[in-house]
């Protein structure tokens, strides 16, 4: 399972800053990566990046400049840090699962971000 | 950018068939995903590499991959599927996952 936390609301121009808790897993598993998924309100989904247990990372081109996704192996929880927030990146942010170049089969249940 | 494009909405009555596409340029030689979102939840995998089903999908959705199109079907519809419907891919030139603009499946 994963589980998403983090501050709902972020003022703009900061950092909006989130983890994702693995259970049932390991954030080291060699098979799996761990990514981010965001959805703004009444739109569809967004790819925002992945990270390896290695620490071997790939984003969103669009998001590349601002983004960093990082993993911490003896706490089994993994991290999104999205600098320079607008408007704009208000969504619903997912964390998942999934095998390299692979479809995401374990989704976290969300949680809503909004920058104001 | 690679562009996953699907119709905006497909309505089915009860028992018959919806189907769902999705294009994309060379959309055939990539692998494609197929989630499905019901309102105030997470999506849900329901087809993987193109045509295989995760367990628990029911057998009634089934996926293919030809050319520039991806098809999700779904045969003998029922209520409880509708919900949007996303393609997804890997798109190897800017190394990130590309997602379909979603279809919302009505069953009438």
């Known amino acids: 399972q994963l589980q998403e936390s983090g501050p709902g609301l972020v003022k703009p121009s900061e950092t909006l800053s989130l983890t994702c808790t693995v259970s049932?897993?390991?954030?080291?598993?060699?098979?799996?990566?761990w990514g981010w998924i965001r959805q703004p309100p009444g739109k569809g989904l967004e790819s925002i990046g992945s990270?390896?247990?290695?620490?071997?990372?790939y984003y969103n081109p669009s998001l590349r400049s601002r983004v960093t996704i990082s993993v911490d192996t003896s706490k089994n929880h993994f991290s999104l840090s999205l600098t320079s927030v607008t408007a704009a990146d208000t969504a619903l942010y997912f964390c998942?699962?999934?095998?390299?170049?692979?479809?995401?089969?374990?989704w976290g249940q969300g949680t809503m971000v909004t920058v104001s | 950018s690679y562009d996953l494009t699907q119709p905006p909405s497909v309505s089915v009555s009860p028992g018959q068939t919806a189907t769902i596409t999705c294009s994309g340029d060379?959309?055939?030689?990539?692998?494609t995903s197929w989630y499905q979102q019901k309102p105030g939840q997470s999506p849900v995998l329901v087809i993987y590499?193109?045509?295989k089903r995760p367990s628990g999908i029911p057998e009634r959705f089934s996926g293919s991959n030809s050319e520039d199109t991806a098809t999700l079907t779904v045969s003998g519809t029922q209520a409880m599927d509708e919900a949007v419907y996303y393609c997804?891919?890997?798109?190897?030139?800017?190394?990130?996952?590309?997602f379909g603009t979603g279809t919302q499946v009505t069953v009438l």
């Open positions: 998942v699962r999934h095998e390299y170049q692979a479809a995401f089969d374990i």
């Open positions: 049932g897993d390991s954030s080291t598993s060699s098979i799996h990566y």
């Open positions: 990270i390896y247990f290695t620490g071997n990372t």
């Open positions: 060379k959309l055939g030689n990539k692998f």
């Open positions: 590499q193109d045509d």
């Open positions: 997804q891919a890997w798109d190897s030139r800017t190394a990130h996952y590309v």
